[in-house]
């Protein structure tokens, strides 16, 4: 009997003593058991304001627009369809219309048709700008070439009506190829005829005439253009244009001198 109540006084002593204990932290547990320890005291606001969804570890407002990236800065020929510059050049058949009543030549009609040629060079600003210089010129021989003071030549000898532009062009391409070109510069336009050598003077060595402008001007013009490029390459296109534009100037005596000119050309350049 006495055993017995010794045995269940150490019972109830030692489930007191387990009630008294604490209960084991997650930690304590995971300690115990030798799994990894976790942490679980994230700053949730943290990672939700400085990590996208989807992308952890990347700073959201450092990250840069398309469109910034991509700006008109970086010019065209940079993994573009362009060189950094561009040249052409193209035949042209062209049209000039004198003045009224400073005639350079004894024609019925005051339009000469003739040929000429055009070259533009310049650098690529995008890929739809461009901006460099235009250079064009204009040449119809002919046996009417009028005299200095305007009387016609007895007898009549060849000779040619010429003009010549320079000056600084914008040519804005679209991206289907069609491109218009402005130009404001410098032209001149005379007429000039083969005379027979009466001074070995002004004579050259390798015949018995030389030529003599007998009109002419020089002041300045405007030219417009209107084209297609269809580009075969970064290095080589084929353009055709129309164009028209007009001249003015003061000849010798201070006399005015306007006029038009117009045509079309074809050509090729990059």
Known sequence: M??????????????GA????????????????????HHHHVDDAAMTATTPIGVPGVDASRETPTSERADARVIA?????????????????????EDASERLTGRQTR??????ALFRTGAVLTENSRLGVRLQSFWRPTKTVLNDDGT??????WGSVQLGYFGPEYLYTTSSGVYLAGSVGF??????????????NTCDSHGDN?????????????????????????????????FGGVYGGLDENERG??????????????
């Not at 930690?27 to 058991?33: L, Q, R, Y």
């Not at 339009?111 to 000429?116: Q, Y």
């Not at 007998?214 to 970064?234: I, M, P, T």
Request: glycine letters at 16%.
């Open 77 to 97: 020929w940079r993994g573009g369809r362009r060189a950094p510059i561009y040249l052409g050049l193209m035949v042209l058949g062209e049209g000039l219309v």
């Open 210 to 242: 030389h030529t003599d402008v007998q009109r002419g001007a020089v002041g300045g013009g405007a030219l417009a253009s209107l084209g297609y490029e269809w580009r075969a390459g970064k290095w080589l296109a084929l353009s055709t244009e129309i």
């Open 111 to 116: 339009t000469l048709e003739g040929v000429g």
């Open 257 to 270: 001198m306007r006029g038009s000119v117009f045509g079309a050309g074809l050509g090729l350049g990059f």
């Open 18 to 37: 387990l009630a008294a204990e604490p209960p084991m932290s997650d930690e304590a547990m995971e300690d115990a058991a030798g799994m990894p320890k």
């Open 2 to 15: 006495k055993t017995l109540l010794c045995t269940l006084a150490l019972t109830l002593a030692s489930t």
């Open 187 to 200: 032209a001149g336009v005379m007429s000039v005829r083969n005379q027979d050598c009466y001074d070995w």
């Open 152 to 157: 016609r030549a007895s007898p009549q000898s």
